[in-house]
């Protein structure tokens, strides 16, 4: 089975798909505004009732009750419904966010093998860059030495001409 989700009418629109928390709420809103209105309803019931505790009304009470009930219900059928509607777009919206996790993590994964592949070239232009130092100061050595040997057997041939001319 593929990873790529199916077509859908979202497909052009970016801000479906990359979009903050208050975009989300509000296209839930807008996608499902039944559950919100259920869940004031059932806020307006115990509202009613609580008012109507104070007042000492049971049948007021027992009315804002029942209406409570009522307005729960027709939530949870609010939900039931919506989420066999939108079911589809759910699944499209998962497997999406799922190929952008995926996307992101092999981004993140050429980026750090880029970072060690730049790391590892100036480690080598370091080595290099000391081989290159160290032969250099090796060949000064040589030369140092090489300098300092001529000397020598110039001072000692001056010696050998002082001690044969003395003789």
């Not at 307005?71 to 079911?87: C, E, H, K, P, R």
């Amino acid at each position: 089975m593929s990873n790529v989700p199916l077509p859908s009418s979202f497909d052009g629109n970016e801000d479906f798909y990359n979009e903050n928390r208050w975009q989300k709420f509000t296209r839930r809103l807008k996608e499902e505004p039944l559950i919100p209105i259920g869940c004031g309803l059932v806020v307006y019931a115990l509202y009613g009732a609580s008012r109507s505790i104070r007042a000492r009304d049971p049948i007021t009470t027992n009315r804002m009750f029942r209406a409570r009930i009522y307005a729960q219900a027709f939530t949870l059928l609010a939900m039931v419904a919506g989420s066999m509607y939108y079911q589809k777009d759910r699944t499209k919206r998962k497997e999406f966010d799922k190929i952008i996790a995926m996307n992101k993590a092999k981004e993140k994964n050429e980026a750090w093998i880029r970072e060690l592949e730049a790391r590892d070239e100036e480690e080598k232009e370091l080595k290099a860059k000391r081989a290159a130092a160290k032969a250099a100061k090796f060949e000064s050595s040589m030369a140092k030495e090489d300098l300092d040997g001529r000397r020598a057997s110039v001072a000692s041939f001056i010696i050998e001409q002082t001690i044969w001319r003395r003789s």
